[in-house]
Every structure is written in structure tokens, then in C-alpha cells.
T-cell receptor
Framework: SAVISQKPSRDICQRGTSLTIQCQVD?????MFWYRQQPGQSLTLIAT?????????ESGFVIDKFPISRPNLTFSTLTVSNMSPEDSSIYLC???????????FGPGTRLLVL | QKEVEQNSGPLSVPEGAIASLNCTYS??????FFWYRQYSGKSPELIMS????GDKEDGRFTAQLNKASQYVSLLIRDSQPSDSATYLC?????????FGTGTRLTIIP
């Protein structure tokens, strides 16, 4: 497995502003992922972030709204831009590690947009 | 049809009994299968992974996979109150995980 940290752990933001979430892992990994978990719902993949290439976004998610950086093999950021109350959610990063393509999750960032 | 389906529950099981959680998936090209446990307010924690047909046991947990029926299950033996959580089934194809909506399990002391 891997030890994954996220910052901030939670935040309350005003609509129209942006928040950048950081994800740090204790070992080098090729694949990092960003998910959203809306209240009472399951996880939805936002995008896959590979080091050295553009992030790959899932249907319904766009780079202008959720820009992602992946500057090295241990770090990634997700920005939630021009936030609205509908962006209130838990944002989770995960990493894929091990021979069986297993994903492990960070502790999450709880975002409330007012 | 949802890609990954789970009974949302809640599923209530007496302490010490066997809890049985079920999941079906639609993509026959799915390659690997996972069960995650999520406590309220926490992130998902990997419990079991399974890649081939049959059973895989790890302590009190047994995962079962039947690719022909597109079915994966999780059995929890000797259920404990600490097993009360939401259990998420996840299916992997080409390094993309798709999650079910989760089953909320409550163990009754």
C-alpha cells in the first residue's frame, strides 16, 4: 500500500472562488486519480493524472473547471474553479500501486461552498 | 442498467452471524474486482481484491467471483460491531475503477 496525505482536510469557500487541493504520496507512483463523492453517494472518477502528460478527464468533467497538475511522481493537485454550492463534496485522490493495479485512497478533502 | 449494482441496504446482521454482500457488473471485459469499506466521514479502505473465478479468503473475509454470471460477493464471518460501515464494490477495466453505490451494513450487538 501507500501513505497518502491531502491538504486541506476540509474547507468552507464562497461561491465564485477557487480551491486547490494537494495530494502527496510517500512513494513514486505512475497513476494518480481524483474522485468526487457527493453527499450520500458513491465515488465518481473526475480524472486520471499521469506524470509528464495531460490529465485524462471523464465524461462530465472539464479541464477549465477542474485543472490538475502532476509535476512529479509523488504529488498532484486538483483545483476546483469558480465554485458553486453544487461543488460541495468530498474530493479524494488515489494512487495505483502494486502488481495488481490496486488503488488506495487518501483521507479526502471535505469542501463546502456557500 | 448501472455499470456496477449493489443493494443499498441497510443490511442488518446480528453480531457473530455471517454478513453477505452482493454486487453485479455489466462490463464483461472487467479485469479485477475490489471491496472497499467506508466508515462514515472517512475515505474508502481496501478490504479485498479478487482477480479470478472462485473464492479468496483473508481472515474473516471471503470474496467470491463468478465472471460468467458477472457477480462478485463479500462474506464477513463472525460479524463484529466494528464491521458496521458502507461497503463499496469496485470493478476495474484498463486501470479505471467504477464503483457501485455501496451497501450500508449494520451489525446488531
Amino acid at each position: 500500500s501507500a501513505v497518502i496525505s491531502q491538504k486541506p482536510s476540509r474547507d468552507i469557500c464562497q461561491r465564485g472562488t477557487s480551491l486547490t487541493i494537494q495530494c502527496q504520496v510517500d512513494s513514486q507512483v505512475t497513476m494518480m486519480f481524483w474522485y468526487r463523492q457527493q453527499p450520500g453517494q458513491s465515488l465518481t472518477l473526475i480524472a486520471t493524472a499521469n506524470q509528464g502528460s495531460e490529465a485524462t478527464y471523464e465524461s462530465g468533467f472539464v479541464i477549465d473547471k477542474f485543472p490538475i497538475s502532476r509535476p512529479n511522481l509523488t504529488f498532484s493537485t486538483l483545483t476546483v474553479s469558480n465554485m458553486s454550492p453544487e461543488d460541495s463534496s468530498i474530493y479524494l485522490c488515489s494512487v495505483e500501486t502494486g502488481p495488481q493495479e490496486t488503488q488506495y485512497f487518501g483521507p479526502g478533502t471535505r469542501l463546502l461552498v456557500l | 442498467q448501472k455499470e456496477v449494482e449493489q443493494n443499498s441496504g441497510p443490511l442488518s446482521v446480528p453480531e457473530g452471524a455471517i454478513a453477505s454482500l452482493n454486487c453485479t457488473y455489466s462490463d464483461r471485459g472487467s479485469q479485477s474486482f475490489f471491496w472497499y469499506r467506508q466508515y462514515s466521514g472517512k475515505s474508502p479502505e481496501l478490504i479485498m481484491s479478487i482477480y479470478s473465478n472462485g473464492d479468496k479468503e483473508d481472515g474473516r473475509f471471503t470474496a467470491q467471483l463468478n465472471k460468467a454470471s458477472q457477480y462478485v460477493s463479500l462474506l464477513i464471518r463472525d460479524s463484529q460491531p466494528s464491521d458496521s460501515a458502507t461497503y463499496l464494490c469496485a470493478v476495474n477495466r484498463n486501470e479505471k475503477l467504477t464503483f457501485g453505490t455501496g451497501t450500508r451494513l449494520t451489525i446488531i450487538p
